[in-house]
């Protein structure tokens, strides 16, 4: 067995809880602890001789009231230097904290029904529900009671805390609106058959060096079956998933081998005692891959607004603004999204313009071409694993692309992230970017660059990206992206996506030596 494997043995992960009072108070972490204490949230920040930690906090159901973000706030403030990111998997993430604030920031955020229990680790992760839940007209149902059950069930649950790896799962009433059900183990989609709710289920998605998306159980459930199906599987997985090889421990290896068909007889034979119903697909996102973007209309004759921020990277002061006009314009709740974004939903139409001019003032504005579809992990800023910088890096390519290409009229994706492990899913984006070193024959150095995975899709074409030949100078980057981009603008056609248009067109047409070279020919066809 691995290290971690021997360590989940000879100490339950969750029990970490207990013994970080101890290390707090000595300043110092149990070196051969320290990795138990993902289960709590906590991971060592880069480098991690400097003894800083980085923290995940989960918002359960993707839904905070404005008080809890002002805690969220000042915990940034008072022990993070400031720094506060969305993440993208509608968790609030911190940075430069030490082992002596963990507990009072256990404590501030228990306070306001937050909490990190499960937030990493082998067990079930965050369970991601459709920011829109409770408010799209065009939902089935509000999967915000089922999303909170399975939270309550598998998340933060002894059962599960010894799974093979890491496990996500996602539910969503729209899945005509999002896709993320493609890369999650489980992914819960509400539809309609015959006039009765119900749910397909999806399984074994998953990104990282080796990309599987997920495949259907080709079943149709009631919403009373969804958590205990949830369980059954989790179920399945921690007693049948690879244990001895880390990087082949992940449900989707499984899935690959057992294919889904056989995968499902296993739950039904041992973990339910029954066959599940049969049932067609769900309808699938055309774009997907990109948040439901600006103003909308709720079933209740209100609004939701998903405000852009920057690659999920927001400031205490921002973040208490948000607050502020959470409780002014809408009901004083907000919620995250899983593209790095934020949400203010329940707002009257009167109020949308003051509303949306507030939030301009504050650079998190709900109309955006880019900035609201492109998303960056923490890169060498933070990640021990990263190679490349990616945060700042992104940020200022879209200051500089943003108001060039307000006119697009369908969603771009751009996801960027530091090395192959995709925490930003870099291949299923219209452009993915993914960070790597390469040597400099000339001055001896390594330098950051970029491979290029094109035209993936968590929408309709339900594809990974194909990875192109050659590379992308980080100092280029920016130009590249530019140049792909005006390209597509100046030769699509009406409402064609991208990955349409690529399809068209033909993988070399984007090739990073034919762009940055300006070789470019448009293939009609």
């Not at 999967?143 to 069930?153: D, N, S």
């Not at 209100?302 to 006009?325: E, H, Q, S, W």
Request: proline share 5%; with cysteine.
């Amino acid at each position: 067995m691995s290290d971690i494997e021997t360590l989940k043995k000879e100490l339950p992960p969750f029990q970490i809880f207990d013994l970080i009072p101890q290390y707090a108070a000595a300043g110092a972490i149990d070196p051969e602890k320290i990795d138990l204490l993902k289960w709590a949230g906590v991971y060592p920040q880069r480098p991690q001789e400097d003894g800083f930690l980085m923290m995940r906090v989960k918002v359960p159901t993707a839904e905070l009231h404005a008080s809890a973000l002002r805690v969220v706030a000042g915990i940034a403030e008072d022990f993070g230097r400031g720094l506060l990111d969305v993440t993208d998997r509608q968790a609030f993430q911190f940075h430069w904290l030490r082992i002596q604030d963990i507990p009072e920031i256990l404590e501030r955020l228990d306070t306001v029904g937050l909490h990190t229990r499960g937030a990493c680790g082998d067990t079930v992760r965050a369970v991601i529900a459709s920011p829109l839940a409770g408010l799209d007209a065009r939902e089935r149902i509000d999967v915000r009671p089922l999303a909170l059950a399975m939270e309550g069930t598998l998340s933060g649950n002894s059962e599960f805390e010894d799974l093979p790896r890491k496990f996500k799962i996602s539910l969503t009433a729209t899945p005509e609106l999002e896709g993320i059900h493609l890369i999650n183990d489980i992914g819960f989609l509400a539809h309609e058959v015959e006039g009765e709710i119900g749910f397909d289920v999806w399984v074994g998605g998953g990104l990282g060096a080796v990309a599987h998306l997920a495949e259907r159980l080709g079943v149709f459930i009631n919403p009373e079956e969804v958590i205990e199906v949830g369980r059954a599987i989790v179920s399945a997985y921690r007693d049948h998933g690879y244990r001895l090889n880390r990087k082949k421990s992940r449900l989707k290896y499984l899935i690959k081998d057992m294919g889904p068909a056989q995968f499902r007889e296993l739950v039904e034979r041992d973990y339910l005692g029954r066959k599940l119903r049969d049932g067609p697909p769900a309808p699938v996102a055309r774009f997907g891959g990109s948040d439901v973007l600006g103003i909308n209309p709720q079933k209740d004759g209100l609004n939701y607004v998903v405000l852009t921020t920057t690659v999920g990277r927001i400031n205490p002061d921002k973040a208490r603004a948000l607050a502020d006009l959470a409780e002014r314009y809408g009901n004083g709740f907000l919620r995250t999204t899983a593209f790095q974004n934020m949400m203010i939903p329940n707002v009257k139409t009167e109020h949308l313009d003051a509303l949306v001019a507030e939030l301009e003032q504050l650079e998190l504005a709900p109309r955006a071409t880019l900035r609201g579809t492109t998303i960056a992990c923490t890169g060498t800023q933070f990640c021990r694993l990263a190679h490349t910088e990616t945060k700042a890096r992104v940020a200022g390519m879209i200051d500089l692309l943003e108001p060039k290409h307000t006119d697009l009229d369908v969603p771009f994706v751009i996801n960027l992230t530091g090395c192959s492990n995709a925490c930003t899913r870099y291949q299923v984006a219209d452009l993915g970017f993914m960070g790597a070193l390469r040597a400099n024959k000339e001055t001896g150095s390594e330098e950051e660059v970029y491979n290029v995975h094109l035209a993936g899709s968590i929408g309709q074409a339900q594809r990974t990206g194909t990875k192109l030949r050659g590379i992308v100078p980080a100092e280029r980057l920016t130009e590249y992206t530019d140049k792909v981009i005006s390209d597509f603008k100046a030769n699509k056609r009406q409402d064609e996506s991208f990955v349409e248009y690529a399809d068209r067109t033909g993988a070399e047409h984007f090739l990073p030596d034919t762009v940055l070279n300006g070789e470019q020919r448009l293939v009609q066809g």
